[in-house]
């Protein structure tokens, strides 16, 4: 999923939620329509060949709850935006088709429960979990478990 622009979120509720003239658009619909449209502005997909470079420093926007991170280069430095208390990320890393293992580099502002990754393999995939306890770096806890299998 994509993060939707302003413009593409008026066209798709333009198409789901028409004029209703006819008594066709049940509530269930909007609902779903709604449903839909929140679950888009809060989901933020990053994929590196998309553009953004991995062979270096990496910013997370706090502001998006959830977030899936396709590596096709090493990290150096992962770091945060949008800061606040009680801001909550969590973040499914995966390795893109090459399959190689992949090096991470957190903030060394973070703290950790458990051990602090320093890489990922080509056969796992990665779940990093961030609670800001202020509006600094180093008010970020953070913890980092392997899921396995990543094919």
Do not use: C
């Not at 990754?117 to 056969?123: A, E, K, L, M, V």
């Amino acid at each position: 999923m994509t993060i939707k622009t302003l413009a593409d979120l008026r066209t798709e509720f333009n198409t789901n939620i028409a004029d209703n003239t006819t008594g066709d658009i049940s509530p269930e619909d909007i609902r779903n329509a709604i449903t839909n449209t929140v679950d888009s502005m809060s989901y933020q997909d990053i994929n590196t060949s998309g553009g953004l470079d991995f062979d270096g420093a990496l910013v997370i926007d706090l502001n998006h709850p959830v977030q899936t991170l396709s590596l096709d280069g090493h990290v150096t430095d992962i770091t945060t935006e949008g800061r606040s208390a009680s801001k909550n990320k969590s973040v499914k890393v995966l390795l893109d088709s090459n399959g190689a293992d992949r090096n991470l580099a957190f903030s060394s502002s973070w703290e950790w429960i458990g051990t602090k990754p320093s890489g990922i393999s080509n056969t796992d995939k990665g779940l990093l979990t961030m609670t800001n306890f202020g509006s600094a770096e180093t008010d970020i806890v953070a913890a980092y478990q392997v899921l396995g299998d990543g094919s």
